[in-house]
T-cell receptor, first 109, second 112 residues
């Protein structure tokens, strides 16, 4: 199956700081999503982004499919941004998402 | 509101007592699936369904059953739960294509 690597594994930020999370994947994909898992365990869909760039408020994401990586940008971080961020991909004909191990983000006030 | 609804959110049960976790979506999605999340192992697919009456095994199907009698519902059945099935379970749905997967809020199951 497709291998998904996320970096860094842990990130500690001061409130207001900017950060970049990276996701590398081992094969071509027809789906790539970024999720935020909040402290209650819910998986919140941030972006569906198999290619290109999208922005949603303080968050943005870019996927360069030809080079098999995606980046998630968090700007002006807030304490509510804390949690685990997952990158998940679906290969052609896979019918499932393969998840990375996640990046645990802690934003301190 | 478009959503995937799982019930219950939390469940503590005893070994061997049959249980069902329900999943329902209101988006007319064809595709539905179940995942479990465990520390150190991440999220893994249990079963998936491409449409009504069409189901298939994922990566970790042992000890689970599913059914897809209606498009909106995809229950997960544990006929004889064991402690190694203690986990956080997620149901997801999509419309095979262009908008990605929508996940339910999760069911935290403890088997004692």
């Amino acid at each position: 199956g497709i291998q998904v690597e996320q970096s860094p594994p842990d990130l500690i930020l001061q409130e207001g700081a900017n950060s970049t999370l990276r996701c590398n994947f081992s094969d071509s994909v027809n789906n790539l999503q970024w999720f935020h898992q909040n402290p209650w365990g819910q998986l919140i869909n941030l972006f569906y982004i198999p290619s290109g760039t999208k922005q949603n408020g303080r968050l943005s994401a870019t996927t360069v499919a030809t080079e098999r990586y995606s980046l998630l940008y968090i700007s002006s971080s807030q304490t509510t941004d804390s949690g685990v961020y997952f990158c998940a991909v679906e290969g052609w004909g896979d019918y499932k998402l393969s998840f990375g191990a996640g990046t645990t983000v802690t934003v301190r006030a | 509101e478009a959503q995937v609804t799982q019930n219950p959110r939390y469940l503590i049960t005893v070994t061997g007592k049959k249980l069902t976790v329900t999943c329902s979506q209101n988006m007319n999605h064809e595709y539905m699936s179940w995942y479990r999340q465990d520390p150190g192992l991440g999220l893994r697919q249990i079963y998936y369904s491409m449409n009504v009456e069409v189901t298939d095994k994922g990566d970790v199907p042992e000890g689970y059953k599913v059914s897809r009698k209606e498009k909106r519902n995809f229950p997960l059945i544990l006929e004889s739960p064991s402690p190694n099935q203690t986990s956080l379970y997620f149901c997801a749905s999509s419309n095979t294509g262009n908008y990605g997967y929508t996940f339910g809020s999760g069911t935290r199951l403890t088997v004692v």
